[in-house]
C-alpha cells in the first residue's frame, strides 16, 4: 500500500528548495515520468532508492529512508509500496519503490496501473528469483516498458555474463511483444550509489545514466489530449487524518483536480459508491522527496492524494460528469485462510485492552480497507472471521500489528484455499520453490522436499553453492522453511511463488510435524519438574511462568503428544536424601516468533496471541475431553 511521510523536520532546507523549484515548475505532459522499481526479495531496491533520492536533492540520515514502516525497519524488507517525487533536469519523475517478498505480490500488482514503465533490480550474482519471474510477468502482461538493472556487479563471484543471458532467456519466456524485448540493460551498485550502461567501465560515477534512461525510454505518463477530458483517478491507497479525514492517493488518468471542485465516486463495477452526491476536494498535496508539498491543483498523469472524499480502494474518484470507472488491473486470488477470533483461554484479559469479537471484527474491516490483497469471510463460529491471504508472513505481520495494538486473539492453523471445477475436482494451489544451499547439504533439501511431495525441476550450481527448483503443494510448504534452515544450521535459502492449481492426497501430508508436550495441570511451572519433562523434548516454557491445562509447553521428541505435568512442586521433608540438593539445571527455552508458531501449530490446536505473549494451545483443553474426541476421530485403517 503506498505510504507517504508526514514526519520529517530534520529535511527542512531540501523541502523548502523542492517547494521553490514546484512554484517554479510549469506543467508539462510529455514531461511526467511514472516508473515503479521491482525485484526479488533483497536484490536492491529500496538501497536503490536512496541514492536517487539523494541524486535529486533530498537529504536524509540512515540508510532504507522510504521503508518508514515499522515492521520494515525490524524485518529489513520492503512491505508497503511507496512512491515519491523527483525533479530531474526540467521533468518529474514519480517512483515507486515495491516490495519484493511473495506474499507482498499484490501491492506490485496494484500499483502497476499507476506507472508506464518498471526498472526490474537483479542481483548479478543470484540471478532471476522466483518474485522477479512474477513482477516481470505482471508487467510485461500490463505492456511495461522494462529497464534492467543488474545490481551488486561490484561483488566479487558475480556471474554478469550468464545472469544476463537468464534475464533474456526470461524475457523471452515471458512476451513475444518486440518492444518489451528491447531494453536497456545497466550495471550497477546500489550500495556505492553509482549505474554504468558498459560493462568493461566500472565503476561509473554516479546514477545519472538511471535517470537518463528513465527519461530516453520510459512513456510520458500523459498527452495534451487527456488534459480536455473530465478528471478521473484510480485510488490506489488511503490514509486517515485527524483533521482532513480520509485522505486517497492515486494517478490522475485524465483532466485536472483543483481545491474546491466537486467530485463523485464511482465503483470499479461503476455503479456510485455509498450516497449518489458529489463531494468537495478540500485538500490536495503530492510526495516530494521525504516530504508532502502542497498544490491547488493536479494534472493528467500526476500522482497526488486528495482529501474530502469517502473513496475506497479501486474506486474512481471523478468529475459528476463522469459515468465509466477507471480500469484497474485485477488483483490475484489469495491462497490461505487463518481465522481470528476472540482470546478464550483460561488467561485471556490479563495483558490486553482490546478483547471483543466486535473490535476484532471492526480493526480487520479497516485493514482490508486498504490491503485489497487481504480478504474477509464469515467463519463458522459467528465471533469469528476467516481471513484469507497470500502467505504465512503477510498475515503474521497482521496478526504482529493487531498485538503490538493490545489486542488479545485467538488464530487458527493456516488451511490451503482449493478451488473447484466445472468439473466438481477440488484443486489446491501449488508453488515453485527455489533453494540455494551449500553442494554437501543438498540431500538434506531433496530429503526434506520428497517427504512433501516436491518435484524436482532444475538443478545447477552456482559457484560453490547449489541452486534447486522444485514444484510442491502449498499445503506442504507448511512449516518447511523453518524445518530446513534448521536441518541445514541456517545454510539454506528458500524463495517461494505461486505456480498453479493441481489436484492433491491429503492424506500423504499427515504426520510431517513433530508431537507436542501438552500440559495437564494449571498453576506455575516448576525447575523441579520441568527437568524431568525437558527430557522428552524441547521446552517452550521456564520456570515461573502461568501454565494452563491443554497449553503446550514443548516439543515432543518423538511423534504423538504426550500429557506432562509441568507444576509438579518438589515434596519437601526432614529426611535429607542423596537427591535432595540436586541443582535444577534447564537449557532456555526455544522462543519462536509468530510465522515460526504458525509453522508448528496442529490442526487440533489454536495459537493464543496477546501483547506480551505467544502461546499454542490445544483446541479442547480438558486432556479426557481431548482424548475422548481423538479416539472418536481416529482415522480407519485400510
Not at 526479488?40 to 541514492?51: A, E, L, N, P, Q
Not at 519471474?133 to 556487479?153: D, E, Q, R, T, W
Not at 545472469?163 to 540493460?185: H, R, W
Not at 497482521?398 to 490451503?416: A, C, D, N, Y
Request: hydrophobic share 35%; aromatic share 6%.
Amino acid at each position: 500500500m503506498l505510504r507517504g511521510f508526514t514526519k520529517w523536520s530534520s529535511l527542512a532546507k531540501p523541502v523548502m528548495r523542492h517547494r521553490q523549484w514546484a512554484r517554479n515548475f510549469s506543467y508539462v505532459p510529455e514531461k511526467v515520468r511514472n516508473v515503479a522499481i521491482i525485484a526479488h526479495v533483497d536484490h536492491g531496491k529500496t538501497t536503490m532508492m536512496d541514492k536517487l533520492l539523494q541524486h535529486c536533492g533530498s537529504v536524509f540520515t540512515g540508510e532504507r529512508a522510504m521503508d518508514s514502516n515499522e515492521h520494515e525497519k525490524e524485518r529489513g524488507i520492503t512491505i508497503m509500496s511507496k512512491y515519491t517525487r523527483l525533479h530531474y533536469k526540467d521533468h518529474v519523475l514519480h517512483v515507486v519503490d515495491t516490495p519484493g517478498h511473495a506474499d507482498f505480490g499484490g501491492e506490485v500488482e496494484r500499483i502497476l496501473s499507476m506507472v508506464d514503465g518498471v526498472i526490474l533490480l537483479v542481483d548479478a550474482s543470484e540471478g532471476p528469483m522466483s518474485q522477479t519471474k512474477f513482477v516481470l510477468s505482471k508487467a510485461l502482461a500490463a505492456n511495461k516498458k522494462p529497464i534492467v538493472v543488474m545490481n551488486k556487479i561490484d561483488r566479487e563471484g558475480n556471474r554478469a555474463e550468464e545472469v544476463e543471458g537468464e534475464i533474456m532467456d526470461l524475457f523471452f519466456a515471458l512476451t513475444s511483444n518486440e518492444d518489451l524485448l528491447q531494453y536497456p540493460v545497466f550495471y550497477a551498485s546500489a550500495r556505492q550509489g553509482w549505474v554504468s550502461n558498459n560493462v568493461k567501465q566500472l565503476p561509473g560515477k554516479d546514477v545519472s545514466p538511471l535517470l537518463d534512461a528513465i527519461l530516453e525510454h520510459i512513456p510520458a505518463a500523459s498527452d495534451p489530449s487527456k488534459l480536455t477530458k473530465p478528471f478521473a483517478m484510480s485510488v490506489n491507497t488511503i490514509q486517515t487524518d485527524l483533521h482532513l479525514g480520509r485522505i486517497v492517493t492515486g494517478k490522475v488518468e485524465t483532466g485536472t483536480v483543483r481545491i474546491g471542485d466537486r467530485v463523485k465516486v464511482l465503483t470499479r463495477e461503476g455503479s456510485a459508491a455509498g450516497v449518489e452526491t458529489t463531494m468537495k476536494v478540500s485538500k490536495l498535496f503530492y510526495l516530494q522527496g521525504l516530504q508532502r508539498v502542497d498544490v491547488t491543483e493536479a494534472n493528467a498523469g500526476e500522482i497526488v492524494s486528495l482529501a474530502g472524499t469517502e473513496a475506497g480502494v479501486t474506486d474512481t474518484v471523478c468529475a459528476p460528469e463522469v459515468t465509466t470507472p477507471v480500469a484497474t488491473i485485477p488483483i490475484s486470488p489469495p491462497i490461505i485462510s487463518m481465522t481470528f477470533g476472540p482470546n478464550d483461554s483460561p488467561l485471556a484479559g490479563k495483558e490486553g485492552n482490546k478483547l471483543t469479537s466486535s473490535l476484532i471484527k471492526e480493526r480487520l474491516k479497516r485493514e482490508i480497507e486498504n490491503n485489497v490483497t487481504l480478504q474477509l469471510r464469515p467463519s463458522s463460529d459467528p465471533e469469528a472471521l476467516d481471513v484469507q491471504g497470500r502467505g504465512e508472513l503477510q498475515i503474521g505481520i497482521l496478526v504482529e500489528t493487531m498485538r503490538r495494538e493490545g489486542f488479545e486473539l485467538t488464530v487458527s492453523p493456516p488451511k490451503v484455499l482449493a478451488q473447484i471445477g466445472e468439473d466438481r475436482v477440488e484443486r489446491e494451489p501449488f508453488e515453485e520453490v527455489t533453494i540455494d544451499v551449500d553442494a554437501e547439504m543438498q540431500g538434506l533439501v531433496i530429503e526434506a522436499m520428497s517427504n512433501r511431495k516436491g518435484q524436482l525441476l532444475e538443478y545447477k550450481d552456482i559457484g560453490n553453492r547449489s541452486r534447486l527448483v522444485f514444484t510442491v503443494p502449498s499445503r506442504g510448504m507448511m512449516g518447511f522453511r523453518y524445518e530446513i534452515v534448521t536441518a541445514t544450521r541456517g545454510n539454506a535459502t528458500v524463495n517461494s511463488i505461486f505456480s498453479h492449481y493441481d489436484e492433491v492426497n491429503k492424506t500423504e501430508f499427515q504426520g510431517l510435524k513433530t508431537g507436542k508436550l501438552v500440559s495437564m495441570e494449571t498453576g506455575k511451572a516448576t525447575g523441579y519438574s520441568l527437568m524431568s519433562v525437558a527430557e522428552r523434548g524441547t521446552l517452550y516454557v521456564a520456570p515461573n511462568e502461568e501454565i494452563y491445562e491443554g497449553m503446550v509447553i514443548g516439543e515432543n521428541a518423538k511423534q504423538g503428544d504426550m500429557d506432562v505435568n509441568p507444576c509438579k512442586p518438589k515434596k519437601l521433608s526432614n529426611v535429607r536424601s542423596t537427591g535432595s540438593e540436586e541443582k535444577v539445571q534447564l537449557a532456555p527455552p526455544k522462543r519462536m516468533s509468530i510465522e515460526q508458531v504458525m509453522a508448528n501449530v496442529d490442526d487440533d490446536e489454536v495459537i493464543e496471541i496477546t501483547p506480551k505473549s505467544i502461546r499454542l494451545r490445544k483446541r479442547i483443553l480438558d486432556s479426557g475431553a481431548r482424548a475422548r474426541w481423538n479416539k472418536q476421530h481416529k482415522p480407519q485403517a485400510k
